[in-house]
């Protein structure tokens, strides 16, 4: 389901050096024209928006530093796109790390509180969204138009009419596209109750098409996992595209990532109710990720863990 997003590159971060550049900012006010020194600040928060923790709680505790800070200062740079794609990356992945995650561990005990915490993490997802498409139509004036131009004609199976040329994404736009479209999933499956919100479902799914046929191996096959979920999200979607998809992922890690195990367990065994592949999917989810010491990995542990200690409540 497009609500249990993968995490591929989880990287949130908030350092003391951030703190430092606020009082470099300060100190250079008067030295430097703001436009460069807004920019150089945005270049300092997008290098420690790739920084790796592997402590989820510290993880936690920092990200809403960075994030408000980030957010603050893309306000004023919006064209810069590194800052808008760590920008994008961070709420997203804070949403399904730490928000989304715990409500579905309270829905068995608290199902009000679940519920808050879903609706906030649906907020979370939109701001996510609404940042990196906004980038994304100051690199191309007209983008959300003319890509619910093509997905309009995917759905009637025609040839679009509007654009001159076929909306395609540059290599340097997939990353963003990627983000744009994750978050646009996870706030569309956290929205059932909107239909306005789930009737976006063929934009979100047409985006993460564009960035998948100009890079289908992106974020070492989070992508690919991306499109995966979106085919067993489509009406008539099917397991054995998901699977090909998956495929790719696997080819993409070099080796079943956690990211992709998961997936599987969760897209594709439990629906099936094949308890044994399910479990089976998991420990070895568990097995790679003590491997690795990257967040991504120890988030995804973190989830098969409880998947695992709650399997009864899904048989």
């Known amino acids: 389901m497009l609500v249990r997003m993968t995490v591929n590159s989880l990287s949130i971060a908030c350092r003391p050096a ?4 606020l009082c470099l900012a300060m100190l250079c006010a008067g030295c430097a024209p703001r436009a460069l020194l807004l920019q150089g600040v ?5 290098g420690h928006g790739q920084a790796e923790e592997e402590d989820l ?60 915490l879903r609706q906030r993490a649906a907020r979370l997802y939109e701001r996510a969204h609404r940042q990196t498409m906004r980038a994304l139509e100051l690199q191309r004036p007209g983008f959300a138009d003319a890509l619910a131009s093509q997905a309009s004609a995917r759905l009637a199976m ?16 997939v990353a963003l596209a990627y983000w744009a479209a994750a978050s646009w999933g996870g706030f569309i499956a ?24 100009t890079q289908p191996e992106h974020g070492q096959g989070s992508l690919a996992v991306l499109m995966a979920q979106f085919e067993l999200a489509r009406p008539g979607g099917t397991a054995a595209a998901a699977e090909r998809y998956l495929a790719v992922a696997d080819r993409a890690s070099g080796t079943p990532a956690p990211a992709t195990l998961v997936a599987r367990a969760e897209s594709l065994a439990l629906p099936a109710g094949d308890r044994a592949a399910y479990e089976a999917l998991l420990r070895q989810a568990l097995t790679v990720s003590s491997e690795r010491r990257d967040l991504a990995s120890q988030v995804l542990r973190a989830r098969a863990q409880w998947l695992l200690h709650t399997l009864d409540d899904r048989f």
């Open 18 to 21: 951030l703190a430092g550049l």
């Open 190 to 213: 956290l929205s059932k109750d909107k239909p306005d919100v789930v009737a976006d479902l063929p934009l979100a799914m047409q985006l993460a098409q564009l960035a998948y046929d």
């Open 42 to 46: 945005a270049d300092q928060l997008a």
């Open 158 to 173: 025609v040839s679009p009419r509007t654009p001159a040329a076929p909306l395609q994404l540059a290599t340097h736009q």
């Open 57 to 116: 709680g510290l993880a936690r505790d920092a990200a809403a530093c960075y994030l408000k800070l980030s957010e603050s200062v893309l306000q004023q740079t919006p064209g810069h796109t590194a800052l808008a794609e760590a920008v994008g990356s961070g709420f997203t992945q804070y949403a399904y790390a730490f928000v989304a995650f715990e409500a579905d561990k309270l829905e068995a005990t608290d199902s009000r509180a679940a519920q808050r």
